[in-house]
């Protein structure tokens, strides 16, 4: 026998999930089918549906498992370490711009449906998504791509040869004259990430980013509209609609590299700034308030985000020797600047200031996590996460500026109870405590702050092999209250208290090196528990989808080789489905079925490619209202509810010619 010291092998996987149905789209999942932005690889997840109605520009509309989380008010979004979500935003509580984000730059999206994890605070309502940023091509990538309606995208990438994934730099310039009127946009984007270890048993990641935007708008157009032949489907009643927003940020994740690291223990610090604009002008309405000036609005909201997240994490062998604990704190602090006014239709001059405020936003939290094993087939995980919002807001509207502030404290529980039943067979019951902050212009000096308070509860099944993951369950969400969309405010606004409950399944299946496919699919029913307003209890709410399915299939084969040269080909299809959109009045949605198709040929350096997005040209609408509104100048405004459409991209065509240097 040898007498050498025995080597110890240390094994770092992905973090154990905390309910049923958490899943995790890859690269090979995210490559599958065409997308044009980092809001489209969303809808991988089980049970999300993006659209948008507004403007290239404009944040899309998500929705996800009931809830219709508009701009981001119900979802928790975290890019590369840093908070997506803008607190108070004055367009919508929560708002998530996520475009400044490549979708080739996606090196995973971690789902985390619920609020079952005591790191996920703020917004996580209806659960938390997680973007992780890698390249992995080595040298110089340089693609450029031209398309339908005048679309054209430059997308160059650097990657370093040997280095980590996370290692790169991506740039992204894209522009389009729109599929009709008002939908011209642009847009330009810089992310540069490095890996690097400035200290022994130190590692670093540092990402910094730049994007700005302009696009117009075609807004809403009435149904009876279309249908009659007044107008166009591509039609806009106002095209001076749209806006523009810009991002920056930094991003600078410290935690150790050593031995604990590897074990999944150790310190991690990561400070974040960031700074946003944006500019909206839209008109729901037309005529209705005011007949003669018009109704349009316009929205103004500038703000500096700086914050950070730490933790730390041991091994403590409280009743077997793989028990973990976990403490860590969250904080940041927003200044934000934001109003909105009501501007006339013939010179967009100001005719009314509906907002004008000053607010700076805290949030100071702490949580303790712990994963327990009472017996060798069952784990238990939880902890309990405190969360300190404090509110200071200078309102500009009256007689003078008032000045007032609130705080509040908002503490909320979190469990799960993990069972091997068999090999690669889990069963997981989970259950817990969110919230979601206040519009800050809601609160009064001295007030309380009163949270959007969420009880979340799940079970299910989960399966993995080597070859497929798979998984089922049913979960049910109560919230103290809620959000919907008022299009006299072109904002969310209050209304009474709901309940969602309903079932998801997903599949992701890699049978064979070259052959990868993905399912999601979710029945949810989301309706009101009490009365107020135009709402009463039991009437399903207004806007969500109740099916939301999702299927990809791509292959990746291997053709041979030309001159000694490899010849390979990717091709692939994304197929989306909507049904069963509840509407305001008892009035019901039209179903969307849309697919979206790619294929690549690459030789060598050398890369031809065709993506194809709505391939069976379905006229559907990525946005349904209804409401009353009068888009003639000078009528007598009609006050009957009406159908409000904004219509669906048709068939587009985007070829690209890549150069892989280096």
């Not at 991988?44 to 659209?51: A, D, I, R």
């Not at 305001?584 to 697919?595: M, S």
Request: proline letters at 5%.
């Amino acid at each position: 026998m040898s007498d050498a010291a025995p080597i110890t092998v240390v094994v770092q996987g992905a973090a154990p999930p905390r309910s049923a149905s958490e899943s995790v789209r890859g690269q090979a999942e995210i490559r599958a089918a065409p997308h044009r932005t980092a809001s489209d690889v969303l809808q991988l997840v089980p049970g999300v549906f993006t659209s948008q109605h507004s403007g290239e520009c404009k944040a899309h509309q998500i929705f996800f498992r009931g809830f219709d989380a508009v701009h981001g008010q119900d979802l928790e979004i975290w890019v590369a370490g840093a908070p997506v979500n803008e607190v108070s935003n004055v367009h919508g509580q929560g708002y998530t711009d996520l475009h400044f984000v490549m979708p080739e730059v996606i090196g995973e999206l971690r789902a985390q449906p619920g609020s079952y994890d005591p790191r996920q605070g703020d917004f996580a309502v209806a659960g938390t998504m997680r973007f992780d940023l890698a390249y992995g091509e080595p040298g110089i990538t340089a693609t450029a791509s031209a398309g339908s309606f005048g679309a054209r995208r430059l997308f160059l990438a650097y990657h370093p040869e040997n280095a980590d994934d996370a290692t790169f730099a991506a740039f992204e310039a894209y522009g389009t004259d729109g599929f009709g009127p008002a939908r011209a946009a642009g847009r330009a984007s810089l992310i540069a990430q490095a890996v690097y270890r400035p200290l022994a048993g130190v590692s670093a990641r540092v990402m910094a980013s730049a994007f700005a935007s302009r696009c117009g708008s075609a807004g809403v157009l009435r149904l009876c509209d279309i249908e009659s032949g007044k107008v166009d489907r591509f039609a806009s009643y106002d095209p001076d609609q749209g806006g523009d927003s810009s991002r920056a940020q930094l991003v600078v994740d410290l935690r150790g590299s050593g031995d604990d690291a590897a074990r999944g223990e150790g310190l991690s610090l990561t400070p974040f700034v960031v700074l946003r604009a944006l500019r909206l002008r839209s008109n729901f309405t037309g005529y209705l308030a005011d007949p003669t000036n018009g109704d349009a609005t316009q929205q103004l909201n500038e703000a500096i985000t700086a914050g950070a997240t730490a933790s730390y994490r041991l091994t403590f062998p409280l009743l077997s020797d793989r028990d973990t604990f976990e403490a860590g704190v969250v904080a940041r602090t927003d200044w934000i600047e934001q109003s909105q006014r009501r501007l006339a239709a013939v010179d967009d001059r100001p005719t009314a200031t509906l907002v004008d405020a000053k607010v700076r936003a805290t949030d100071i939290a702490g949580y303790l996590d712990a994963s327990i094993r009472p017996a060798r087939r069952i784990t238990l995980r939880g902890g309990l996460r405190a969360d300190g919002l404090a509110y200071q807001v200078v309102d500009n509207l009256g007689q003078g500026a008032q000045a007032r502030s609130a705080q509040g404290v908002h503490v909320g529980g979190k469990g799960t109870v993990d069972v091997a039943l068999l090999p690669g067979l889990r069963a997981l019951a989970s259950v817990g405590q969110g919230f979601r902050s206040p519009q800050a212009r809601s609160l009064g000096d001295g007030e309380r702050t009163p949270f959007t308070r969420v009880l979340s509860a799940e079970a299910g099944l989960r399966y993995a092999d080597e070859l497929v993951r798979a998984s089922a369950a049913l979960f049910h969400t109560r919230l103290s209250e809620d959000l919907v969309f008022d299009e006299a405010t072109a904002r969310n606004e209050p209304v009474p208290a709901t309940a969602r409950t309903g079932v998801a399944l997903d599949a992701v299946a890699h049978p064979a090196p070259w052959l990868v496919s993905s399912v999601g699919l979710t029945y949810t029913r989301a309706a009101f528990t009490a009365s107020g307003g135009r709402y009463a209890a039991g009437d399903l709410l207004p806007f969500v989808p109740q099916v939301v399915a999702r299927a990809d299939l791509a292959v990746t084969p291997r053709l041979g080789a030309l001159f000694g040269r490899r010849l390979e080909a990717r091709a692939g299809a994304g197929v989306t489905l909507l049904h069963g959109r509840p509407l305001p009045f008892g009035e019901l949605g039209h179903d969307a079925l849309v697919t979206d198709v790619t294929a690549h040929v690459r030789y060598h350096r050398v890369e031809l490619g065709l993506d194809v997005y709505n391939l069976l040209d379905a006229a559907w609408f990525d946005g349904e209202f209804v409401y009353p509104s009068s888009f003639t100048r000078g009528a007598a405004p009609d006050l009957l509810p009406a159908r409000h459409v904004t219509v669906g991209a048709p068939r587009s065509f985007l070829a690209s010619l890549s150069l892989y240097i280096g």
